[in-house]
């Protein structure tokens, strides 16, 4: 039972690439989650769905794309990536109030 | 607009004694209240949590407390142990999506 399985760990990126985040879930929650965390910023919601085919943009969602095509995978898209789009982003999965999961995250660096 | 707020970005505590962290709330709306505990290059691990309709909720060395009228929430660690040496975060919010606080770094001294 793998849990929320988050690739890569590391990344480093140019200004203006593209790139996915992945994120699976092999838990069959309905409810799954972006948050990038930034020193002295706490956890910030980017998008977050609540079932396959369902997705609502966060606090923080400029520069940022997300689809939910299955139940497991929550895929988050960087369109042109930007200096400020560095961080540590965590993909969270649940079945309810008590059930978030999250991944062990992404370290993304962009130059 | 932080709705959810920890004042404390740092609490140091010896081993034995109680931990006590804080956290604020301006959204009358949340219904349920969790904390989550983070170790470095680790996701954050669910703690403990409490629904609104309570005052306050125990799982073993962990309490949390619920003052809806003061908008304000509190978790107790009795007796502190190294291995709570970590950052704790406070969310609040229901199914769909939770809002974090800061995080306060706790530091247990031996």
């Known amino acids: 039972n793998a849990g929320v399985t988050q690739t890569p760990k590391f990344q480093v990126l140019k200004t203006g690439q593209s790139m996915t985040l992945q994120c699976a879930q092999d838990?069959?929650?309905?409810?799954m989650s972006w948050y990038r965390q930034d020193p002295g910023m706490g956890l910030r919601l980017i998008h977050y769905?609540?079932?396959?085919?369902?997705?609502d943009q966060g606090e923080v969602p400029n520069g940022y794309n997300v689809s939910r095509s299955t139940t497991e995978d929550f895929p988050l898209r960087l369109l042109s990536a930007a200096p400020s789009q560095t961080s540590v982003y965590f993909c969270?999965?649940?079945?309810?109030?008590?059930?978030?999961?999250f991944g062990s995250g992404t370290r993304l660096t962009v130059v | 607009d932080q709705q959810v707020k920890q004042n404390s970005p740092s609490l140091s505590v010896q081993e034995g004694r109680i931990s006590i962290l804080n956290c604020d709330y301006t959204n009358s709306m949340f219904d349920y209240f969790l904390w989550y505990k983070k170790y470095p290059a680790e996701g954050p691990t669910f703690l403990i949590s409490?629904?609104?309709?309570?005052d306050k909720n125990e799982d073993g060395r962990f309490t949390v407390f619920l003052n809806k009228s003061a908008k304000h929430l509190s978790l107790h660690i009795v007796p502190s142990q190294p291995g709570d040496s970590a950052v704790y975060f406070c969310?609040?919010?229901?199914?769909?999506?939770?809002?974090f606080g800061t995080g306060t770094r706790l530091t247990i001294i031996p």
């Open positions: 838990m069959n929650h309905e409810y």
């Open positions: 769905s609540v079932g396959a085919g369902i997705t």
């Open positions: 969310a609040a919010g229901g199914n769909e999506k939770l809002t």
């Open positions: 409490i629904s609104s309709i309570k």
């Open positions: 969270a999965s649940s079945y309810g109030q008590d059930g978030y999961t």
